[in-house]
């Protein structure tokens, strides 16, 4: 399965904090129906005066390897001539897993907050992935829609998106997806017109990616708190400690993912279903149901279209056993 549990997580980081932030960005319904879904900021207000201002635009992600919750893209922009100052002198943006979860949602929570600087200079987007729909894409049994390309689609919806809205983006920043230079030579290919900058841990390089990866993180962080409340509201469900991170290795979220189980459905669709954590619950000791589905190689050589067609004996013995049925034959001497 395509996920990335090599990477090592630190899961106080990964955690999201109390009461984090709930931004505009968090739409309940669709988070608990397992949709995906973009949300796009009001354009600021300093760009509003003067919409052919020249801005710079960062992309980053939140939550590629969690088996719980979504995968988040966020894009974030501004004037060029303000990101140094207003990013990282007044406002300290760091790549958003050298933050702390208290000090990334008070970021967004000042980006959302209309009186302040942030708000009226800068714009931002996101697009939760749910696990429902990444796991329906990497689990079609034919076009496989893995992970990467997902990512990819989202990052180019989202930019278009802010596009559509009339900002003059000069520069994009992006951290990668797979080998740089290739991820690049494609966005060129669509984004003609920009100049564009895909690089490794871009996130902490560009504060403007710095700022996507701070939008990215507390909208995941809490459309994960969201979809937990749902449990604690139930009694039959065990939240001893809650799920933690989501991440395969944190061992609160695979607890959880044990003592929760159902032995038909296995979980709701905050769930992963494509990743080998729940594949590997489902097929073992979590789970009273075994499913044997049969090999399609083994078929004794029988083809599909063997079930609707007939040898000549049998259709005549078929025929015998419908006329029953139907009444008898019509032959040529009723005529």
């Given amino acids: 399965m395509d996920e990335t549990m090599t990477e090592v997580v630190d899961m106080s980081q990964e955690t999201p904090a109390e009461d984090v932030f709930k931004a505009p960005s968090i739409l309940l319904e669709d988070i608990l129906m397992g949709h995906s879904y973009a949300h796009y900021s009001p354009v600021p207000a300093v760009l509003k005066e003067d919409m052919m201002t020249e801005c710079v635009l ?6 590629r390897g969690p088996v719980l919750g979504p995968m988040v893209y966020g894009v974030f922009y501004l004037p060029l001539s303000t990101e140094q100052p207003l990013l990282v002198d007044t406002h300290h943006f760091d790549d958003s897993k050298v933050l702390t979860p208290a000090v990334r949602s008070d970021l967004m929570e000042k980006l959302c907050t209309t009186d302040t600087d942030l708000y009226k200079t800068c714009g931002w987007a996101t697009k939760v992935m749910s696990a429902r729909d990444i ?13 990467n390309a997902q990512a990819m689609d989202a990052t180019i919806e989202l930019i278009r998106g802010v596009f559509a809205l009339g900002i003059n983006v000069k520069h994009i920043y992006i951290d990668t997806i797979g080998r740089p230079e290739v991820y690049q030579r494609k966005l060129e290919r669509i984004f003609p017109n920009v100049e564009i900058t895909v690089a490794k841990k871009a996130d902490s390089l560009y ?11 507390v909208t995941r962080d809490a459309a994960l708190e969201v979809a ?6 139930n009694s039959s469900i065990i939240t001893i400690n809650g799920w933690g991170s989501g991440y395969p290795s944190d061992s609160r979220c695979v607890n959880w993912l044990k003592q929760n189980i159902d032995p038909v459905f296995g979980w709701g669709s905050e769930c992963r279903f494509s990743w080998g954590t729940s594949k590997d619950i489902l097929e073992g000791k979590g789970s009273d149901l075994r499913v044997d589905w049969p090999d399609m190689d083994d078929d004794n050589g029988t083809k599909m279209t063997d079930f609707f067609t007939f040898s000549t004996e049998e259709r005549e013995q078929e025929g015998d056993e419908l006329s029953k049925w139907y009444g ?3 032959t040529e001497g009723v005529f």
């Fill in 135 to 147: 796991s329906a894409g990497m689990l079609k049994p034919i076009a496989t829609y893995n992970l």
């Fill in 328 to 330: 008898r034959r019509v």
């Fill in 207 to 217: 504060p403007c990616v710095s700022a996507a990866s701070v939008c990215a993180k």
């Fill in 228 to 233: 937990y409340e749902t449990y604690t509201e």
């Fill in 58 to 63: 960062g992309v980053d992600e939140a939550g």
